[in-house]
Structures are given as C-alpha cells and as structure tokens.
C-alpha cells in the first residue's frame, strides 16, 4: 500500500468510526481491502466480500426492471428527482450478524454496523426497504430505484403536494438527500441514464457522444464491454438483435476472433442507430394504440405507436429479439404470428384490457384471417389462448406503404416514413430479376382466384364442410387440405386455370436468373417442389422447348462422346474434381473460372481468378473455399494443365495425403463432371451476360446457385439438399421451406447418403453402357432453321459467351438432301447454303410469342436504329472513332461496324 493510499484509508477509518458506522471487530472471518478511481480521480476504499458472498443465502426480492418504470410516467409534465446521501448504508446490519461484515486493514479488524457496498443481498434488502417506506405512492407519483427517486405529476399544483408528501416521509425516515444531485420542479430530468421529458424519453447526450467516439473493438473483452453498453440502449434501437448479431456471434466460446467486414459494418450501424435514437412518447391509456410487427429469418422486431396531436404516429418502445432452438425453423407464417405474440407479451402493462382495439399491421396478408381460423395445431391453440386477453384487430398493410420497424429509428418526429432505397444487387442483376412477378404476389392472386375456377368447385365446397361428406367421399378428397387460404394438393399449392398464373410461375422457375434457363426435367423438379396443376410436366416441357433464349444459347444434342465415370465415394467432399474455363472476356482482374465439383453431392463451386493464376494462388483459393468449409478431400481429378500439373502443387499434396489424378491428353471426358458443369455455367453466362459480355462476374453467385438447387441427374437431388439436407427457397413466398429439427436432419442426411451412394453407382452402370443415336433432319422450303455459330465470325470480345445458334432464318432452297440456302442478313458476308448438321429445328408454342426484329426508324430518307450497346472502339489512322455496334432485338450476327462522322 503506498503512502496515499495509507493516508486515504486512515481517514476514511476515523471518518467512518466518528460517524458509528464501523466498529473494532474480534470476528474469526475477513475480508480484504482495496482501492478503485473515481472519476475526478480520488480513491474509493472498497471491501472484497466475494467469499461471504459465496457463502450467504440469496435474497430474491426483485429489484425493477427500468423500462416497467419508465411506463408509469403516463401523462406526466413535471418532474423532481432525489438522490439518498450515503444510499446503502441508511440501513442497519441485524444485531449479532456484524462479525460477518468484518474487513481487514494494515491498521486492524473492523466490522461494519451497516449494509455497506459489496454485500450480495444489499441491492435486495434497499429496494424492500425504499418500497416498504412509499408503498402507497409506487407508481401513483412516486418511482423508485435503489436511492434513486423521481416524483411525477401532471400538472404544477399537484406535483408541490406529491414533493412535499415524499420529502416529509423521508424526514420522519431520518433519510436525507444530496442537494446537488436533486432537482426540482423540472419538465426535463435525467433519470437511470434517459433523458425523461413532457414529450417522452430520449438519450443522454453525453451517452450518444459516447458511442460517437467508441474505438473499434481489438478483442473480444472490448466487442462484450460495447455490448454491455448498447444493450441498456437497445429500448431506442429497431431491430437491434439482428443488427447485433455478428457481435454477438463473435463472443461465443467456440467462435475464434475475427474482425471483418460484417463485424465492421455491426459496429457502425450500432453506433449509427443510437446516435440518431428517435425520442419516445409517454403511453396515453386514452389514446388507441399501433403495434407494427415484422421477422425475419433470425429475429422479430416490432413498434408499439400512438397518434400524437401532430396526427402521426410516434413510437413508445421497439421490441428486437433473436428466434431461439426451434422458433428459427419456423415457417414464415409463424415467426410472423410469434413477433405478435411476444410483442402483446412485452407491452403487456400497456396492451391488456384497452378500451380501443390495438391495430396490428402486418406485412403477411393470412394473418389478417388467423383469429377467425377454425382448425389450428398445438402451438396456434396455445397461442389463441395467450392473446384471449387482448383487444386487437391484424390489419395487412404491404411492405411499400408500411412504416418497417426498421425504418422507425431514422425519424424522431413520427414513425410512419419507409427508409430510403437501397441498392442491394447490381443494377444489371435487379433489372433482370424485377422482371419477373414476386411469388408472393403470385400466391396471393392463387388464393382469391381460386372460386373463379370451375373444376375446383366440388372440392373447395368438399372442404368447407368436411363433416358431413360420407367416408367414400373423404376418400376421394384425402389429398386436399386448405390452409392459410391456399388449396394444397398433396403437400403442394394447387394452381387455378385462371389468367396467367401458369405462365408467371413457368417464368419464375425457368427464365429468371435465379433458375438460369434449366432443362426440361429440372424446371420441372424446381416448380413441382411447391406447386401442382393437371397436366404440369406437358406445360412445362412445351415452354422449355419452345424457350427462344434456351434455343439461341444451346446446340442441339449431337453424337455423344461418352463420359469416364469417376470411383464413386462414400461421403462428401471426399473426391473433388476441378478445372478451369479460360478465355473468357475481361472483367476486372478476372478472365478464368475455376469449377470445383464435390464428385459424392454434386456440389459445385465456381470462382473467378485471373489467367495468370500460379499454384500458390490456385492453393489459397483452395484453403479459403474449399478446406476451411469441407476439410482436405482424399482424390482429386483435373485435366493436365500447368497449373495443376505443378511440382509445388504435387508436394503439397503429397504433404496433405491427397491423391491427385489427372485426366487422360486430348480425353476431357475423363473427368466428367466438372466438363459437365462446364457448359452448364457457359450457358447461364450467355442467357444474362450484357452484350459487351464485361460483367460477368457479378453473375456467378447466382450461376452458382441455379446450378446447386436444380436436380442432379446421377444423384436424383439438388446438390444443395444433398449436401445439407433441404432445399432453399428461390424466391420470397408464402410457403415455409422445409427445415427439419437437428435429430431428423441427422437421420434424413445419413439416409440420404446411402440413397445418393446407390443412385451414383447407377448412374455409373449407365454411363459405361450408354449409347446414343441421331435423327435425320429434313426442312420445308419457308420454314425457319437455326445455324450453328461455330464457322461464322463474330465480331464479339468471346466465343465462350456468345449466343451457340443464330437467327432464326428463313429456309429458301432445298439444294440437296444434306443441304439448304438460308436467307441471310446483308451484314453476314458468308456463302449462305450451309451443311445440315450446322441447322436446327426452331420450336416455338403458339401461346408464347417472341419479341420480333423492331423495324428501322426512317429519318430524313434513311433507316436507323435503336443501339443496345456499344462492343467495342478502336481509333483509326485517319483520326477517327470505329464502333462495333448491337442493334436492339437483332442477334450477334447482325453486329456492325459504324464509322464516327463529325458534324460541320
């Protein structure tokens, strides 16, 4: 102990002694002293009681919660706060149980003759004795927390009587108050770090400069202490659980330190949410009140309003907590009814028994429906039950014109203005997404036109009134269910014959970029997993076949050069397989894509690298994709190239126990299936790849996912379910993804893998006795052909995502029977009868039209065009600007060079 420190414990000792607050003690127990800093930077002499502590009996009387007591400041205009002098030591230790207390120092053995700081049941034992001494005031105009008092009244000449009611009992008490931390007659107070004012409540300013100037956490100790903080804010923040999940995912046992982007962007939102924290009203039980609910995949969150004299809703508290154990598999349909649930269970204290219904909106239109319900499961019945004591009508309010929770902290005035726009996806991607109609939409149309569909009748009239129907009928109807307001046929949502549901389903599951143009058994596959309607497979098939991006951007199936089947595994990322696709237009650092194909699920990988990618580099993609998800496989297959031919790469390997096989010289079929998914990404890049074909690589993500969630053809399921067990949703919808409980998922994956195990070395058998037959092709002169893109030159950066057929055009001549002359545009300077096999048939549904070549636009005498994109310039010797130019609505093969002509 130093010299101060020994002066500091001496007079605290004399003090303390002269006041009769400790005593010399003979007891056979002690506990040790120290010092802790204050702010201005004295010294506070504490007792380290954590051994009696350890020992003592607990004390269970419950201390509030502070947001229970902010609510009780309903109405309240005026405002006093007082604060106890010497707080816990008002009240005596009980006689004969000081020995307990005692403490020891360099100058003897003390015991303290009150509670003093540090004892375990000392917060306890003060609250009891602070309500005992106001029980009749609590919440009438008296709050209380530990020393800390606020008396609040609605109006100047009853706030002087509740001030003077409060300070007579504190005399009678013999409790007294520091002066310089009360206040008196305010309509503006500090109270338990809020700001609490006749408006509502508000941050600290000096909180908000707080966490203005936090530094950026460097462990985790620090990422907990700024948690700790903000989670006494959380009352002010919209959604705070799920904006502060990757910090809270960063302080788990199991979670290694790792500060990136996401963390980052954690941190600042946080800090950015407090800082512009709205202020929040005091609840009015004579005004209605609005409660706005909203979940997501991980979290709930909602808003509890009131319409204020401005006729705008402000909030009175947000709500945000994290889905635990099963409620994260729930459907959306539930996690939407659970954030209702928990947000009545919340603001109980406000919401139970109100003269006015509260209005509930949501953005998930069946719930509107949901208290009317006749049939429900276990946990709806138990939930009707929890809300039997509320008052509240569920409005449906679409996400466009709703006040999202997460919206609400950006305003401080009122709480109904949607956030600004933000860009998600690149403008190029959205475009092509925003084309196609949201499922959402779609199943709500289902549901109100489902009466409009005649051959339903029976059944929907079957369903209303099951009971009476005999057994033989019930039998007949077993695999209808109506739910939520949807016919379901078998487990999946029947479509009504009605307008152009069919059609804007056909769209979403096959032209849309998150499916990627699949063939027709697997946009079959993906729309079955959700839908029914008689006759499916054959409308399908039809609008596949008669798809004109899918005609333009494949060949049609020609003699085949039969694929190597691989040694099947037994789990997966066992044996991987991996090549590159080269040559492919700038884009950025990037020309190559490496394919990587886990050989047991299917699975594959595709990352953009640079061309000059070495084995050392092609090693860190390896570790940052593969093996720190997968772990290190025991085989892999590639072709010979150089980089994977390396000496630094076969000793690697060697190192790591990994037996690197290589396909056989000028026989890719070898190694099969990365040369299959080959194509498969060369054909998703051509569907949406702009016509400069420069931004490619923002489309790999999503190439990636239509390739993983189509079914695979050798395993029978999507790489995607069988490499983790269910299927992903392809666009938002009604209708919950199936995610099983862990125990199931267990059970269903080793299941599966035997399954996909056996249908591998099916698939096996088949490949090595596979054969494959051709069609003789013949065309009528006026019908039109495609032509095969290989021997014509294009004038494109790259033939890899160049359209593979050109036109249509019109047959002219049947100049042999191996042989026909095609009616060409002037632009293709090339002989124009052509070979057979270079020509296609052109299938199209008469139902489905195609947009056809947009005719010139005639000014002052000659054609012009509408310009789609500018491929390419070049300056010439002459000084002028050369453009390779593609017209809108016109192929590949109508692009032409345009010359710059400079005006006068």
């Not at 996400?399 to 999202?404: A, D, E, F, L, V």
């Amino acid at each position: 102990m130093t010299d101060a420190e020994s002066v500091t414990l001496k007079e605290w000792l004399d003090s303390e002694l002269k006041a009769g607050k400790i005593r010399p003690s003979k007891s056979s127990i002690s506990s040790p002293v120290m010092f802790v800093p204050k702010k201005d930077g004295s010294r506070r002499l504490v007792v380290d009681y954590r051994r009696l502590n350890n020992r003592t009996k607990k004390n269970v009387y419950p201390l509030p919660r502070p947001d229970d007591l902010m609510s009780k400041l309903r109405g309240a205009k005026i405002f006093t706060k007082l604060d106890l002098r010497w707080g816990y030591n008002n009240v005596r230790v009980k006689e004969g149980d000081e020995w307990k207390t005692a403490f020891c120092t360099k100058y003897g053995l003390f015991e303290s003759l009150v509670m003093t700081f540090g004892l375990t049941n000392a917060p306890a034992a003060f609250q009891y004795f602070m309500n005992d001494l106001f029980q009749d005031l609590l919440d009438v105009y008296v709050i209380i927390y530990l020393d800390d008092i606020l008396i609040f009244s609605k109006n100047e000449v009853e706030h002087e009587f509740h001030v003077h009611e409060v300070l007579h009992r504190l005399e009678t008490a013999q409790l007294f108050c520091k002066g310089s931390k009360c206040e008196f007659h305010r309509t503006r107070v500090e109270y338990l770090g809020i700001i609490v004012s006749n408006q509502g409540f508000s941050l600290d300013k000096l909180k908000i400069q707080a966490v203005q100037e936090w530094p950026v956490p460097t462990t985790v100790k620090q990422v907990q202490s700024f948690l700790g903080f903000a989670n006494f804010l959380r009352r002010f923040v919209a959604n705070f659980s799920h904006m502060a999940r990757p910090l809270h995912n960063l302080v788990k046992k199991e979670t290694s330190w790792k500060w990136a982007e996401k963390e980052q962007a954690a941190f600042e939102g946080l800090k950015r949410a407090i800082t512009e924290a709205p202020v929040l009203a005091h609840a009015d039980p004579d005004k209605p009140y609005f409660l706005e609910t909203d979940a997501s995949g991980a979290a709930l969150g909602s808003v509890l309003s009131q319409r204020q004299s401005d006729r705008r809703l402000h909030p009175i508290g947000f709500l945000s907590e994290s889905f635990k154990g099963a409620e994260i598999n729930y459907d959306t349909h539930d996690k939407e009814l659970l954030a209702i649930i928990r947000s009545f269970e919340h603001w109980r204290i406000y919401l139970e028994a109100t003269i006015e219904p509260v209005t509930v909106f949501t953005d998930h239109q069946n719930l509107e429906y949901w208290k009317e319900s006749r049939t429900f499961n276990r946990r709806h019945a138990r939930w009707h039950l929890l809300l039997a004591d509320f008052n509240f009508r569920i409005t449906y309010r679409p996400g466009k014109q709703s006040g999202k929770p997460d919206a609400l902290s950006r305003r401080s005035d009122h709480a109904d203005i949607p956030p600004d726009n933000q860009s998600m996806l690149p403008p190029t991607v959205f475009a092509n997404i925003a084309t196609i109609r949201p499922e959402k939409d779609i199943q709500r149309e289902i549901e109100a036109s489902l009466h409009l569909d005649e051959s339903l009748d029976e059944i929907l009239a079957h369903l209303q009134d099951e009971s009476k129907a005999p057994p033989s009928v019930k039998k007949g109807f077993r695999d209808y269910e109506m739910e939520a307001g949807l016919l379901f046929y078998q487990g999946r949502i029947l479509v009504p014959d009605v307008g152009s549901l069919k059609k804007d389903l056909l769209q979403i599951f096959h032209d849309s970029p998150l499916a990627g143009h699949p063939g027709q058994q697997r946009t079959l596959e993906l729309l079955s997993r959700t839908y029914y309607w008689p006759g499916i497979r054959a409308d399908v098939y039809i609008h596949v076949d008669s798809c004109k991006t899918c005609q333009r951007i494949k060949l049609p199936k020609a003699k085949l050069i039969h694929a190597q089947p691989l040694e099947v595994p037994s789990r997966p990322w066992q044996h991987i397989s991996y090549d590159f696709i080269t040559d492919l237009p700038k884009d950025g650092p990037y020309e190559n894509v490496l394919m990587i194909v886990d050989s047991f699920t299917k699975y594959g990988l595709m990352i953009a690298c640079s061309k000059k990618t070495k084995a050392p580099e092609l090693v860190e993609i390896f570790l940052q994709h593969v093996w720190s998800s997968f772990g290190i496989p025991e085989k892999t297959v590639s072709d010979r190239g150089t980089v994977f031919n390396n000496k630094f790469l076969k000793a690697l390997y060697q190192r790591l126990g990994i037996d690197p096989h290589f396909s056989s010289a000028y026989h890719p079929q070898s190694d099969g299936q990365t040369e299959r998914l080959n194509p498969t990404l060369e054909h998703f890049l051509r569907a949406y790849a702009s016509v400069n074909q420069n931004d490619w690589v923002k489309w790999l993500p999503m190439a990636q996912f239509a390739y993983n969630n189509a079914v695979h053809s050798s395993t029978g399921k999507s790489p995607f379910k069988a490499l983790y067990g269910w299927e992903p949703a392809l666009t938002p919808s009604n209708v919950p993804v199936n995610v099983p409980e862990a125990e199931d998922l267990a059970n269903t994956m080793e299941k599966q893998w035997q399954e996909i195990a056996s249908a591998l070395r099916q698939s096996k058998d088949r490949m090595t006795r596979g054969k494959s037959t051709e069609i003789p092709l013949s065309f009528e002169v006026g019908e039109e052909a495609w032509l095969d893109a290989r021997n014509v030159n294009l004038k494109t950066k790259s033939t890899k995502l160049t359209d593979r057929r050109l036109g249509p055009f019109k047959v002219t001549e049947k100049v042999s029977e191996t042989a026909y002359r095609l009616e060409l545009p002037v632009t293709m300077r090339i002989h124009n009868v052509f070979y057979i096999g270079l020509l296609s048939k052109v299938k199209k549904d008469e139902t489905r039209k195609w947009e056809s070549r947009p005719p010139p636009v005639t000014v002052d005498g000659e054609e012009e065009y509408i310009v789609e994109g500018i491929m390419d310039s070049r300056e010439t010797k002459k000084g002028k600007w050369e453009y390779l130019v593609k017209w809108k609505g016109y192929g590949p093969e109508e692009i032409r060079k345009i010359l710059e002509e400079k005006g006068p």
